[in-house]
């Protein structure tokens, strides 16, 4: 399978600061990018997904103003996490899918805890 | 709505079979995944069916009825690591992945 990087692993932040979190394609050429956030003991809940050569597409309730997704080309996409809050803390986990849609191929998430 | 259903918990023994059942009900399909989550970890990819029938690797089978909007994930000779959530997504018409709220397994010796 591919191998999708994510950086930091995790990041510990004061209310108020943003964090930037990037999930990179380490071997193929992602076209559709997917950000997850999971609270403990919960399922995936899809924020967004960004398309090649288009905006991202938020899911509602995610607001696209505090969470900024740029897919800045096909191997890299980050999201900040503008003016943190302490409810805000949760496990993030981006994931790529190929052209062909019969695998997502995930990153090993990031742990943010906001203070 | 769409709709993803498998059970919350399952325990079963070192050694055994456990099967972990998934209905859905979701605008279109293109198709449905199995994932392994271990706490504190992403997902892990363990199959893919898009076609009715049983789809064999290794110690895991998956089993897909279109009709029935069904699907089991079926792991043989259990071993302690296997213990985890087990999350079942199906692809809608738009490509979206519809994920269920996953399955815990308890593996007990």
Redesign the interface.
Known sequence: ?AVVSQHPSWVICKSGTSVKIECRSLDFQAT?M?WYRQFPK?????MA?SNEGSKATYEQGVEKDKFLINHASLTLSTLTVTSAHPEDSS?Y?CSLAPRD?????????T?LTVL | GQNIDQPTEMTATEGAIVQINCTYQTSGF??L?W?QQHA??????LS?N?LDGLEEKGRFSSFLSRSKGYSYLLLKELQMKDSASY?CAV?DSN???I????TKLIIKP
């Open positions: 399978g559709t997917f919960q399922s995936l809940m899809l997904t496990f986990i849609y019969n695998e997502q191929f995930f990153g090993p998430g742990r | 293109n198709g995944f994932y504190g970890e992403a997902p892990t990819f893919y898009v999350l692809l490509y979206q992945l994920w269920g709220a996953g």
